[in-house]
């Protein structure tokens, strides 16, 4: 099977070209830092192009029958499995995903893009009784027309696939903008899947813009009736403010300040692994990472040294030896980030249980002990870093939990369920995950946060909701009777 080629164009109405923008975007692997490829910046004649190619192309692919729709969704979801190799080096290469990392977010890919092919037979209609007399309701549900998609750097196929499939399954048209840091797998990259899989041009687009060139024409162009957002808080909040100005719906999966709970009754060794996996994959650069761990004061000393030991343990370097957990971060402006958050910790009194170290854009496991105030424990570390925080009892580790602007992910570890589930259901959060680790993700659950965390819900018929609307349509089949006389 030949390699993917023409990765470093747009993707505009079924045609691979360069942009029309003035800049050139460098794509750099992140641990090697040589170039991948440079892309010519799409400007803002190639956004119009591209949306008002998807909002041709929707018309006619709304229409298409359900089977075949479904066979097309289907077919992406095969050449994944085909081309998981491939797929799974670009990660490596590109985003600096681990050999471990990039294989869980091709199966994510892959997940999400099955299950959608099941969404052309769920448009259904509903006929809903009505209260005046002869007349037949009928309720359509409807693709919204045209979704703007906007990826991150992090999971930057899987959190682009995962907007893209369920849109194009619903038959909307679909206009993708990946980070520029990521452009292959979080956008190209799909344009070629999606084409081999036999989709009709202009159905889905990808343009690769330099945001500095553009400012928000992706975001208030007034064609997509919807803009799906991934990414930092700060953006999400900008762009639902343009889409409320607009008039656009928006989903928006924001940042997450995740806490990690540890209740005296606790398995410590398993609450271990637990905190260890959902800090460090991925080198921490994801929504979902535990961000503080909150322990029972009882237990902290001996969970403390275990985990410790644990971290010293993770290896750090090559994200292409299978046996990685820490990769490089996506730059050296997040190494030195980070770095200062440590820096300001340090200042506000926190205690550096681990020091970690640096090499390139590699860093391993920082730890230390703080408190909620600490800016490693307020602020989204998106790095090899966490704060243990020690809890006086359950209220306290409660308390601690929900003293933030985020509600993304959590995680409770408890031996008693019913005390872990009552636990949970407290936690001012959109997923609670019992005796496991805050990083998970399935394509049949509602995936999404509460507070500064975002909105909307992916996954499931959640998915299927976000990207439709409805109309309701009625027949009055009798003569109506309305209060005059002629």
């Given at each position: 099977m030949d390699k993917y080629k023409d990765l470093d164009h747009q993707f505009i109405n079924g045609r691979w070209k360069e942009g029309t923008g003035k800049k050139q975007i460098e794509v750099v692997n992140p641990y090697t830092q040589e170039q991948v490829t440079t892309f010519k910046s799409a400007g803002t004649e190639d956004i119009d192009e591209a949306y008002r190619a998807a909002y041709e192309a929707?018309?006619?692919w709304a229409a298409v029958n359900a089977f075949e729709r479904a066979r097309i969704i289907e077919e992406a979801s095969l050449i994944m499995e085909r081309r998981r190799d491939e797929l799974v080096q670009l990660l490596i290469e590109e985003a600096g995903s681990t050999f471990i990392k990039a294989n869980v977010e091709v199966d994510f890919c892959i997940a999400i893009t099955k299950h959608s092919a099941s969404f052309p037979f769920e448009n259904e209609s509903q006929v809903p009784p009505s209260i005046v007399p002869g007349k037949r309701n009928e309720v359509l549900r409807k693709p919204l027309g045209v979704v703007g998609v906007i990826g991150p750097?992090?999971?930057?196929m899987y959190?682009?696939?995962r907007s893209v499939s369920p849109a194009l399954a619903t038959g909307n048209g679909v206009v993708l903008k990946p980070d520029s840091q990521t452009a292959i797998t979080g956008g190209t990259l799909l344009g070629k899947i999606f084409e081999e899989a036999g989709a009709p041009k202009?159905?889905?687009n990808v343009v690769v813009p330099d945001i500095t060139e553009i400012g928000d024409a992706f975001v208030?162009?007034?064609?997509?009736?919807?803009i799906s957002f991934t990414g930092s808080t700060g953006v999400g909040k900008h762009i639902g403010e343009i889409a409320g100005r607009t008039v656009k719906k928006a989903v928006l999966e924001l940042g997450g300040n995740n806490p990690f709970v540890v209740l005296e009754d606790a398995d410590i060794e398993k609450a271990v692994e637990g905190a260890a996996f959902g800090k460090y994959m991925h080198s921490g650069q994801i929504c979902m990472a535990v961000n503080r761990i909150i322990v029972h004061q009882d237990i902290y000393e001996e969970f403390t040294n275990q985990f410790l030991e644990l971290s010293k343990k993770i290896k750090a370097g090559d994200p292409k030896?299978?046996?990685?957990?820490?990769g490089p971060l996506i730059n050296q402006k997040a190494v030195q980030r980070i770095l200062?958050?440590?820096?300001q910790a340090k200042s506000e009194g926190a205690e550096v249980l681990l020091e970690g170290s640096v090499d390139g854009n590699v860093m391993t496991p920082f730890v230390l002990k703080g408190t909620n105030d600490m800016a490693t424990a307020k602020h989204e570390m998106f790095g090899p870093v966490v704060t243990i925080i020690p809890a006086k009892d359950e209220a306290d580790a409660l308390r601690i939990a929900n003293d933030t602007q985020y509600g993304l992910s959590g995680s409770v570890h408890s031996?008693?369920?019913?005390k872990a589930f009552s636990f949970a259901q407290r936690m001012e959060t959109g997923m609670v995950h019992i005796n496991d680790q805050s990083v998970n993700d399935e394509p049949l659950v509602a995936f999404g946060g509460e507070k500064n965390s975002g909105l909307g819900r992916f996954g499931g018929h959640w998915s299927l909701d976000e990207f439709t609307t409805f109309q309701w349509i009625s027949v009055q089949e009798e003569r109506r009777r309305y209060p005059f006389e002629k």
């Amino acid at each position: 099977m030949d390699k993917y080629k023409d990765l470093d164009h747009q993707f505009i109405n079924g045609r691979w070209k360069e942009g029309t923008g003035k800049k050139q975007i460098e794509v750099v692997n992140p641990y090697t830092q040589e170039q991948v490829t440079t892309f010519k910046s799409a400007g803002t004649e190639d956004i119009d192009e591209a949306y008002r190619a998807a909002y041709e192309a929707q018309k006619e692919w709304a229409a298409v029958n359900a089977f075949e729709r479904a066979r097309i969704i289907e077919e992406a979801s095969l050449i994944m499995e085909r081309r998981r190799d491939e797929l799974v080096q670009l990660l490596i290469e590109e985003a600096g995903s681990t050999f471990i990392k990039a294989n869980v977010e091709v199966d994510f890919c892959i997940a999400i893009t099955k299950h959608s092919a099941s969404f052309p037979f769920e448009n259904e209609s509903q006929v809903p009784p009505s209260i005046v007399p002869g007349k037949r309701n009928e309720v359509l549900r409807k693709p919204l027309g045209v979704v703007g998609v906007i990826g991150p750097f992090n999971f930057p196929m899987y959190l682009a696939m995962r907007s893209v499939s369920p849109a194009l399954a619903t038959g909307n048209g679909v206009v993708l903008k990946p980070d520029s840091q990521t452009a292959i797998t979080g956008g190209t990259l799909l344009g070629k899947i999606f084409e081999e899989a036999g989709a009709p041009k202009g159905i889905l687009n990808v343009v690769v813009p330099d945001i500095t060139e553009i400012g928000d024409a992706f975001v208030e162009h007034p064609i997509p009736r919807m803009i799906s957002f991934t990414g930092s808080t700060g953006v999400g909040k900008h762009i639902g403010e343009i889409a409320g100005r607009t008039v656009k719906k928006a989903v928006l999966e924001l940042g997450g300040n995740n806490p990690f709970v540890v209740l005296e009754d606790a398995d410590i060794e398993k609450a271990v692994e637990g905190a260890a996996f959902g800090k460090y994959m991925h080198s921490g650069q994801i929504c979902m990472a535990v961000n503080r761990i909150i322990v029972h004061q009882d237990i902290y000393e001996e969970f403390t040294n275990q985990f410790l030991e644990l971290s010293k343990k993770i290896k750090a370097g090559d994200p292409k030896d299978p046996t990685t957990l820490i990769g490089p971060l996506i730059n050296q402006k997040a190494v030195q980030r980070i770095l200062g958050e440590v820096e300001q910790a340090k200042s506000e009194g926190a205690e550096v249980l681990l020091e970690g170290s640096v090499d390139g854009n590699v860093m391993t496991p920082f730890v230390l002990k703080g408190t909620n105030d600490m800016a490693t424990a307020k602020h989204e570390m998106f790095g090899p870093v966490v704060t243990i925080i020690p809890a006086k009892d359950e209220a306290d580790a409660l308390r601690i939990a929900n003293d933030t602007q985020y509600g993304l992910s959590g995680s409770v570890h408890s031996s008693n369920y019913e005390k872990a589930f009552s636990f949970a259901q407290r936690m001012e959060t959109g997923m609670v995950h019992i005796n496991d680790q805050s990083v998970n993700d399935e394509p049949l659950v509602a995936f999404g946060g509460e507070k500064n965390s975002g909105l909307g819900r992916f996954g499931g018929h959640w998915s299927l909701d976000e990207f439709t609307t409805f109309q309701w349509i009625s027949v009055q089949e009798e003569r109506r009777r309305y209060p005059f006389e002629k």
